[in-house]
């Protein structure tokens, strides 16, 4: 069995049972541990009740849930809400008040990490360093779609994470990678959306064989499936992951997010090519916690995490204990 | 926008019904509850529309008292509550003023739409602003006389 990278479980990914009330927080813990995960991820505005200011008294309940269900504190996750003012983004002071209380209830709680996302910015995120050292927080930046490592502010933000003696990194989500859609969002497209079955076919396939936006947008659609077209340049790109990012940000890598939104049961993501990606990570030598991180629930409150978190913890270590 | 789709569901809650909001012998209206229809919670000021509709009647906007975290604000004053959090899985109560409340026991289409920013979504320079709608049909069951 290969412990180089564990797994671990971002209650996230439990949103649909969380958000209509079926799991409380204490069954997401529990979840957790039935299925095996050694460590989890909170994203704090989601499940701490105070939020933005989770009182003692829940920290302290929430520990002790942990360490009821054998469960390591991996990852905190926090947001930079830039656009809660109607008229105004966050100012400078803003950001570093609520990063900074931010890893003091990850430190409180037991956390080693802090996920920001990169609305932070490359000066604040840099002077974040010293209190990372301090605290003794790693603080890390999310890379999600649309972002990707040659994006400019990326490169600036690498440079910032190289210089900072391991305090500073990044989180990579799968969705960077995504090249071709789920069942869910073709689902989605045709029962929600009202996009014709046969049209979504038909784009999908042109979406695969390179045919390019412009050309597809041209073609005889409805509204609708003339925006389902548009998500899928946007979430899906070109139709190729590239797969020479992960050489970028493997180095400064403290934590993965493995995103995926559905998988069939043989096992095989066929929108993310995990085939390929995970044995890139192992073989870079990355050590540490890679987080299943299911987002099916978006698309789809019929579906059962459980079972597909199960699939996808099988996928990965059948890839991971065969490279 | 094919993410967030899912959870538009959430934001006319169905468990509570609708019910009546007695003051003294007067019935000053009835109450409805609603969730914030996402997979976390998000500040008031986010939200840039709120528009309820009761059997296809839209209820104007100063016949609403919107009801979260103790405090009680109109749809109005959103814009300026930055610090009021709605919480995931907390349930909005909302007042809508109607003399004599709605009939015992009688059944409506209650729809809620709302045009809300996700903050943290200013990727490439836009935030992602996200029109939800949702529609239940509620029974009205009993009465309060305090929210």
């Known amino acids: ?323 | 926008m094919a993410q967030f789709q899912s959870y538009n569901k959430l934001l006319v809650s169905g468990q509570e019904g609708i019910v009546n909001y007695k003051t003294g012998d007067f019935v000053l209206g009835f109450v409805i509850h609603c969730q914030y229809p996402s997979y976390r919670g998000s500040y008031l000021s986010c939200i840039q529309e709120f528009k309820v509709f009761v059997d296809g009647e839209e209820i104007p906007e100063e016949r609403m008292y919107f009801h979260l975290n103790g405090k009680q604000f109109l749809i109005g004053e959103f814009k300026d509550l930055y610090k009021e959090y709605w919480f995931t899985l907390d349930k909005a109560k909302l007042l809508v003023l109607k003399d004599g409340g709605l009939e015992e026991g009688s059944t409506h289409a209650v729809k809620m739409t709302m045009k809300h920013l996700i903050p943290y979504t200013g990727y490439n320079g836009d935030y992602l602003v996200l029109d939800s709608a949702d529609e239940k049909e509620l029974t009205v069951a009993g009465e309060v006389n305090a929210l």
């Not at chain 1, 990278?5 to 958000?19: D, K, V």
């Not at chain 1, 003692?56 to 360490?67: R, S």
């Not at chain 1, 210089?163 to 497209?189: M, T, Y």
């Open chain 1, 1 to 323: 069995m290969n412990r180089q990278i564990e797994l671990s479980l971002t209650l996230y990914a439990l949103s649909g049972e969380y958000t209509t009330g079926k799991y409380s927080l204490e069954d997401c813990l529990r979840a957790a541990h039935e299925m095996g995960y050694k460590g989890i991820e909170l994203v704090a505005c989601q499940m701490i009740p105070e939020y933005p200011y989770p009182s003692k008294k829940w920290m302290d309940e929430f520990v002790a849930m942990l360490k009821k269900y054998e469960l390591e504190p991996v990852c905190y996750s926090a947001y930079i809400d830039m656009g809660t003012h109607p008229d105004r983004d966050l100012t400078r002071e803003e950001i570093i008040e609520s990063t900074l209380m931010d890893m003091t209830y990850a430190k409180y709680m037991g956390f080693h990490l802090v996920r920001t996302q990169h609305a932070i910015s490359p000066q604040i995120f840099r002077e974040m360093r010293p209190y990372a050292e301090k605290i003794g927080i790693r603080l890390a930046i999310e890379m999600h779609a649309p972002h990707n490592p040659e994006v400019p502010v990326w490169k600036e933000f690498l440079e910032i994470m190289k210089d900072s003696d391991g305090w500073l990194g990044v989180v990579p989500d799968f969705s960077i990678f995504a090249e071709s859609p789920h069942r869910l969002h073709l689902i989605q497209a045709v029962e929600d959306f009202g996009c014709r079955p046969e049209k979504v076919d038909e784009i999908v396939a042109g979406h695969r064989a390179g045919t390019d936006e412009e050309t597809l947008l041209a073609g005889d659609y409805t509204e609708a499936e003339r925006k389902f077209i548009r998500d899928l340049f946007h979430d899906y790109g070109d139709g190729h992951a590239h797969l020479e990012w992960l050489d970028l940000v493997l180095p400064y890598t403290f934590y993965i997010h493995g995103k995926f939104w559905y998988l069939e049961e043989d096992g095989i993501d066929r929108t993310i090519p995990c085939d390929r990606i995970l044995p890139i990570i192992r073989k870079s030598g990355f050590t540490g916690y890679m987080a299943s991180e299911y987002e099916g629930h978006h698309f789809s409150d019929t579906i059962d995490a459980r079972e597909q978190l199960g699939r996808w913890v099988r996928m990965s270590n059948r890839i991971l204990d065969h490279c």
